[in-house]
């Protein structure tokens, strides 16, 4: 009887180390920053292009290091529309960034619509979801209005304060009415949401230089 009570108990400490782990893996590669409505180029090409430039990053918030099969991203409310497929490792910390241009070379190669990240400039819904076998599982979503879709503003948490959003409007400065509210910061696309300000903005070269430097 002892025997049968411990072998129970280990199959219960298993189970339950194993889901708090894939839980906590899941929960901790989070939607980062995105932009929704490109003026310029963002994904380095050298023509500005309203669909291939949007971009959303994610982010792993955790310690470990997460193997991203299965992680995907949709727009959109209800059932979910597969935009991009993840794959590789996502380091402690690393952001990973998704291109529209990526978005419709994924999509074309799996068989889908190529409308690549088609984020809506008068608002939509964003979410990352983790597909295992038959369970779908929402991941992380965020929802945002026009204001935060303007020309060259991503939406973006704080590098400090991840549980708060903010709006990336150097480029283009939000009212005092935008929702979430404008920082001043420049959108940083595969990098840290670290604030980077100026009186002189600089171009997204220029900025990614001064980063690896």
């Known amino acids: 009887m002892r025997r049968v009570f411990r072998f ?17 893996g899941h929960a901790q590669v989070l939607i980062n920053e995105f932009l929704a409505d490109p003026a310029r180029d ?16 994610i982010i792993n918030f955790g310690s470990t290091e997460v193997d991203c099969s299965g992680f ?5 409310e209800g059932e979910p529309v ?10 402690p910390r690393e952001v990973r960034v998704i291109y529209g241009s990526d978005s419709r070379a994924w999509e074309e190669s799996n068989g889908f619509p190529m409308y690549g990240l088609s984020l809506n400039n008068a608002g939509d819904r ?15 979503t965020f929802t945002y209005g026009d204001r935060a879709a303007e020309d060259d503003r ?13 709006i990336f409007d150097a480029y283009n400065p939000c009212p ?26 600089e171009s997204w070269g220029k900025i990614k230089g001064r980063y690896r430097s």
């Open 8 to 24: 129970f108990v280990a199959t219960f400490v298993f189970l339950f180390t194993f889901l708090v782990v894939a839980v906590t």
């Open 42 to 57: 963002w994904d380095g090409d050298d023509q500005a292009n309203y669909r291939d430039d949007e971009w959303v990053e």
């Open 72 to 76: 995907l991203l949709a727009d959109g």
């Open 82 to 91: 597969w935009r991009y497929g993840f794959s590789g490792i996502l380091a």
């Open 126 to 140: 964003l979410s990352l979801y983790r597909v295992s076998g038959s369970e779908t599982l929402l991941v992380d």
């Open 154 to 166: 991503s939406v973006g948490r704080g590098a400090q304060t991840p549980d708060t959003w903010f």
């Open 176 to 201: 005092d009415n935008c929702d979430p509210a404008g920082s001043g910061c420049i959108p940083t696309p595969g990098l840290s949401n670290d604030c980077i300000t100026g009186t002189e903005l």
